[in-house]
């Protein structure tokens, strides 16, 4: 038995075997047949955007060097890009923070000079090791190891969790993992800009962002000037424990013929521009008089 990863896009949800599992832009997804309920597991998930919402800066969270230190420390003269997320997520939290990260790599603003980078983790039992770990492999990513002081990866208690998530406006609800624990997360992927005074100023939805769109963000909340709401199409994670293998053999069977289909038809393109060229220079009207 083993874990059945699904990227969801509201309104889109599970009817046939012959449907996308990959994770895509939210302005970009594929739309499956449609059922007018989500699953079940999804009631409490979602993104409520909270524009304009004062975080409480009073939390606490401890940092990536296991120290415990306020929201506020990094408000004040810069914006901050948050991120909330769970460390083991095995799927839908890497594709955020790769897209982030790719992201940023293409904005000339600098992280600890020009903004802040914020992630935090809404599982309770992650530790400082795994924050620090998560912290070197995206700064690795980013490549610009100077702008360490810029990048923080905090873990929490479930009371300042809590506290925060609601906020933000960050549904979600904890699942059973393979062992039967309450152990992981469905959750929605967005990203949120916070003005210096620490109030939500745009929300940015799905796994991949624009740099432009982030740049203007930035722009616009150094200046404490609020976005508007973005189209709620989310993407959403969760995962469940089937009782046999057979779904995600079909769920990996369609991701293989997604990508078989692609070199089948870049074949026969290639083919029949090659037989165009050869039939081309063997035509006695095309060939040149010397």
Aim: proline share 6%; net charge neutral.
């Amino acid at each position: 038995m083993g874990l059945l990863a699904l990227a969801v896009v509201a309104g889109a949800w599970l009817l046939s075997p012959a449907l996308s599992a990959q994770v895509s832009r939210y302005d970009e997804k594929q739309m499956a047949p449609v059922s007018d309920k989500p699953p079940a597991i999804l009631k409490g998930v979602g993104i409520a955007q909270r524009l304009n919402e004062q975080l409480p800066l009073g939390l606490a969270f401890t940092d990536d060097h296991g120290t415990q230190v306020q929201l506020a420390s990094y408000f004040g003269k810069h914006p901050a890009i948050l991120a909330l997320v769970y460390y083991q997520c095995p799927m839908l939290c890497s594709e955020e923070l790769n897209g982030l990260t790719g992201a940023l790599q293409m904005v000339k603003f600098v992280p600890g000079k020009d903004f802040s980078v914020i992630v935090i983790s809404i599982d309770p039992s992650e530790g400082t090791d795994l924050a620090a770990s998560k912290k070197r492999s995206y700064l690795k990513r980013y490549g610009h190891p100077e702008t360490a002081d810029g990048w923080h990866f905090m873990t929490g208690t479930q009371e300042n969790i809590d506290a925060l998530t609601k906020a933000v406006g960050f549904g979600y609800v904890k699942i059973p993992g393979p062992d039967g624990k309450l152990n992981q997360f469905a959750h929605a992927s967005s990203i949120q800009i916070v003005t210096p005074e620490g109030k939500l100023a745009q929300y940015y939805m799905g796994v991949e962002y624009s740099p432009k769109d982030l740049r203007l963000g930035l722009v616009e909340a150094s200046a404490n000037r609020i976005g508007s709401p973005v189209d709620n199409i989310l993407t959403y994670c969760y995962h469940y424990d089937p009782q046999t293998n057979k779904h995600s053999l079909i769920v990996a069977r369609v991701v293989q013929l997604g990508g078989l289909l692609t070199v089948i038809l870049l074949g026969g393109f290639m083919l029949v521009m090659f037989r165009r060229d050869a039939h081309h220079d063997t035509d006695p009207g095309t060939q040149v008089n010397g």
